[in-house]
Each structure stands twice: as C-alpha cells, then as structure tokens.
C-alpha cells in the first residue's frame, strides 16, 4: 500500500463540482498526516483541462468514451481498477449523487472499509456529521485503504484550488463493456417564475411550517419585504412550492443579503446551499436546531406566535 | 408485472433531544424516538405508485425496531402485500454492511425485477443501505432518484444532480434505487386502516442469524458538536422580538 491520498474529481457538464475542491483540501491534511500525496482522480473524455485547477500534488487521468458523462457503472469500473493495482492509503468522493454512488459499491465490492458524511480531517482523525447536524462521529483510517465520502462545511473551496497546474499522467481504463446504467439525457432544471439566486431577500420555509397553508403567511412577509419564499427539501417533496424554490444539496445554492429561516432545522443538505448569506435570521422552537450554528441572529421561539405581530410591525414600518 | 422490494430503516427522530451513550460510541437508545426513514416512506409510496400504475407486488423488509410494527402494518395499509420484520441481535454498533448483507440476503428470496430503499437515512455512518445491497446482489445501483417508469424490461429514472438539473438514465433489471423522492408525497392512510390491517393480515419474521459488520467504519468517539459561530440569540415576548426583527429587516435594507 502507498500513502497517497486520492480524490475522484466530479465533474458535470465541464465545470467541478465544489466538493471535489473541498474533498482536496481534506486530503491535503490527510496526507500531511501519511506523508503521501494529495492525487486528483478525473474520469471523463477529452476534459484534461479539468485538471488544471486543481490544488493536488499530481492528477490521474482516464479517458474513455464510456466516460464522457457521469454512470454509476462505468465509474465503479474504472476507481476499482484504479484502487486495486495502487492501493492508496484512501479515496476520497462526494457524499452527492455521483460519488454516493461509486463509493458504497466499492466498499462491497473490494471489501474496504468506508466512512460517510465526512466533514473534517484533524490530525489524522475523520470527523463525520450525522443525524442532521446534530451528532458527531469521530472514526480513523483503516489498516486497509479507506474510502471516504466528504460532504461540506468544513473547508472552503478555494482551499482546494490552485492556478499551478498539477502534472496529469493518464492511467489505464478497464474494460467498460456490458455497463447496466446508460445516460438517456439530460433534462435542465425549469426556469420557474422567479430566480431565487438573484433574490437578495428570501423567507424560507421547512418543515417547521407545518401546513401548505401557512406559505401565505410566509409570502405574506416576503411580499412586505420585497423579497421572495424559497424552501428546503421537505416543502417542495409536499408539492407545496415547486423545484425552482428549493434551497440545498439538490437545489440552488443562494448568497441573499437577508435569508430569514423560518421552522428550518439547518440539516447539512440545506446549509450546504445558503451558508454564504450575508445575514442568516433562523426562527425555530428546537433550541438545539444547527441552524444556530450558523445565523447571525437566532430566535427560539414558535413562528405562529410571532407572525402575526411581525406582518403588523412591518406594514407599519412600511406605511411610515 | 413488477416484483417489488422495499427496504425500509428506523431511524433517530431529529425532532427529539439525542443522546450518546455511556461507552461514547453511539446514541444512547433507552429513550431514543424511532421514526421511518423519510426517504425509505418515499421508496415506499414510488413502489405503490409502480405496482398501481403496472401491477405486481410489493414487499416491504425492515429490521426490528421499536415501532416497526406499526410502520409495516402503515405500509400494508398503503397497499404492501407483503411486511417481513427481520430479528436478530441488532446492537446499538449495527451499521449498513451488516444491515445490507441481511437485506440482500432476504430480498434474494423473492426474485425482484427491482428493489427500492431510501437515498440515505440520517444515521448512516457507512454509506447509504441501497448501494452495498446492491454489490452484494451483483445488481445494478442508481441513487438520488425521483421518478421511475418501467418499460421493456428496464427501469428509466430520473436522476437529480445539483442545482436541479436531471440526469435520464436507463438501468437493467434487476436493479436497486436509492430514492430521494417518490413522484408523489407519501400518501396519507387513515389510522382505522392501518388497526384493520392489524387484524387482517401478517407479518412475516425471518430471523439473522449473524450480522456481519465488517466494511463499516469503527466509530472512535460520537459526541454533541460544540455550538461554534453561534447566533445572538432574541429574547423577549412576541412583540420585543417583532420590533427587533424590523429593525434588522431595515439594517439590510429590506424596509
């Protein structure tokens, strides 16, 4: 075994994902630890430039027209074969919906131990986040390769990039026949009545909300603050407000100057698409939500009883 | 006709105060609320919409938990035909392998054209269930699914990526999905249906004998994360607070 450390680069529609960048940065600090290298893996066809962004001692790259968009299959592949013949001290993916994929299926497959939801790297230790935020798990490498899955919060992205581009050297691909998983096509997010990404005020809504009907009252306060209502995950699964309103991992990713979040717990998959909001106002009755980790001001409280009293204020305030 | 198997987890609800316990290595369980994993009640209303829309059967496997009866009895009440409960020494250190390796073990038995679970649970600490059950079938895995139409002998999905956009994929069968939504919420069942299911029908138990964990992670430490960056907190009644708010909402200039 070597004491590299390899991250599978994601990539799609020729932009990296913001996570491989931060998954870099955590093994960077792994690899201080094992005194190996931080390698990139990319996986892809015709995209070498990918590489050159990247903040790693060295990228392996596969190229193959089985490659040229993102299957669970072809991927498996290709990072098996990969980890089988260099056996690194770890692998680093995405806890997403390309590396989730791969990374479980090789931790059967080649029966090496896997850790999920990483969000840091101290001092050789793996810190996880579960049970939305509110637990921490600490775990350490395995005698054997370790596979990792990082999702963010702990590093910036920036950490992972660099203008020096690393030294790319090509690695065999496997053989890619009888692959079971075949992209069709892709389908681009619809547009939906307003861009909540250029918002520069949003109410968001969770599960705290309770009912569809309490949105108008939601919308209500939007409107009086010129801004609009997006949501996390649970509200747009209700069907209560489209896809274009969603906030988080699946969803759009949001800088407004204000985000009051209201009945949000702050669960990583959302905080991962609105951390960077100027001002985070969080309203919620659970005093241990995450969500306070991460507001500038926090209120404990029941939005229903404080509604009523806010939309008379601010109208108000608004009549002067 | 499409043979369906759901896979469906207890897990912590995050409504609920958690606790670690004693040796400092999991979640205290004596008082621990269970509730179903919300992506697995999704997997479960996309294989009742698939069995409607196509015909077929549907069973649902769970490990014992408390509360699972009544969940699986829920799902019969949803239209499951089948609710198997598996039993063994599930101590608090079971992780996904050695959950996984009793579910495919189980689900084996039934032949499925398709085997839906949720895309996570907020406990997994070795990856999500679908996946490894999934390599230890030799089947086919897609995750983050939110849509499934069954056509010739293959599954077509829509997968979701960041930022909404969808990936069409075609997957032979048998295969296994990680749902991430059903097409529709989870359906609503009267509490009068699911008593009446109590009555009219069964759960099968089919008993592990070893649970095998090996492939997880080995958890160290689990702790409460220390309140770092935390918010200035508002206190006061409703209208302090109100008063409060509109003077932020006017420091950004949204009034």
């Known amino acids: 075994m070597n004491q590299d450390i390899y991250v599978v680069i994601e990539h799609l529609q020729g ?39 990247l903040a790693a001692d ?86 054997t390769t370790t596979l990792i899955t990082m999702i963010p919060g702990g590093y910036k992205a920036e950490q992972g990039q660099s203008e020096q ?38 109410v968001a809504i969770g599960r705290g909300i309770q009912t569809e009907d309490n949105i108008e009252l939601a919308e209500e306060l939007a409107e009086l603050l010129g801004g609009t209502v997006c949501s996390s995950r649970p509200i747009v699964d209700q069907g209560w407000l489209p896809t274009s309103r969603m906030v988080g991992k699946s969803g759009k990713t949001v800088k407004p100057k204000l985000y009051l979040a209201l009945g949000i717990s702050g669960a990583p998959e959302h905080v991962e698409g609105m951390a960077e909001s100027e001002m985070i106002v969080a309203v919620n009755m659970d005093p241990n939500a ?7 001001y926090g209120i404990e409280f029941d939005f229903f009883d404080l509604i009523d009293p806010l939309l008379e204020l601010v109208e108000a305030a608004k009549r002067g | 006709m499409t043979n369906i198997v759901a896979i469906v987890k207890m897990v912590p609800d995050l409504v609920e105060e958690l606790e670690i316990n004693d040796n400092g290595t999991g979640l205290a369980r004596d008082w621990l609320r269970l509730i179903i994993n919300e992506f697995d009640n999704h997997a479960i209303e996309q294989a009742i919409l698939l069995k409607e829309r196509d015909g077929g059967e549907v069973t649902v496997i769970a490990p014992e938990a408390e509360g699972v009866e009544d969940m699986l009895f829920t799902t019969a ?152 960056g935390r918010a200035e907190m508002i206190t006061g009644g409703e209208e302090e607070i109100a008063a409060k708010l509109v003077e932020i909402f006017k420091e950004v200039g949204a009034l």
């Open chain 1, 15 to 53: 932009q990296v994902a913001d996570i491989s960048f931060i998954s870099l940065a955590a093994a960077r600090d792994l690899a201080q630890e094992t005194g190996g290298q931080a390698v990139g893996v990319l996986l892809g066809h015709n995209v070498q430039d990918l590489a050159s962004t």
């Open chain 1, 58 to 143: 060295g990228v392996l790259y596969a190229d193959h027209p089985a490659l040229a968009e993102f299957t669970a299959d072809a991927y498996q592949k290709t990072v098996a074969s990969l980890i089988g013949k260099n056996e690194p001290r770890a692998v680093f993916f995405g806890n997403t919906s390309i590396g989730a994929d791969v990374a479980s299926v090789l931790s059967a497959r080649l029966s090496l131990p896997l850790v999920s939801s990483c969000v840091s790297i101290t001092g050789g230790k793996i810190t996880s986040k579960i049970c939305g935020g509110k637990i921490m798990a600490e775990s350490e490498l395995a005698k």
């Open chain 1, 165 to 202: 581009s690393p030294d790319v050297t090509s690695f065999n691909v496997p053989t890619l026949d009888d692959l079971r998983v075949m992209l069709k096509q892709y389908i681009q997010p619809e547009a939906g009545d307003v861009d909540i990404s250029k918002e520069s005020i949003l």
């Open chain 1, 290 to 296: 995450p969500i306070f980790d991460i507001a500038t």
């Open chain 2, 77 to 228: 009440a949803k239209g499951a035909d089948r609710m198997i409960k598996l039993t063994s020494d599930f101590a608090e250190d079971t992780n996904n392998h050695a959950l996984a390796r009793a579910f495919a073990e189980t689900a084996k038995a039934f032949q499925p054209d398709l085997i839906l679970t949720g895309v996570q649970a907020n406990d997994d600490l070795d990856g999500p269930v679908g996946p490894l059950v999934a390599e230890y079938l030799g089947m086919p895995y897609v995750g983050y699914i939110s849509g499934v139409m069954i056509e010739d002998g293959k599954a077509i999905v829509r997968k979701e990526y960041p930022g909404g956009l969808i990936g069409e994929m075609e997957v032979v069968l048998p295969a296994v999905l990680g749902i991430q939504a059903g097409e529709e919420p989870p359906r609503y069942v009267a509490i009068s249906k699911v008593r009446q299911m109590m009555k009219t029908t069964e759960i099968d138990e089919q008993e592990i004998p070893e649970l095998d964990p090996s492939g997880g992670a080995r958890i160290n430490r689990m702790y409460l994360p220390e309140a770092a």
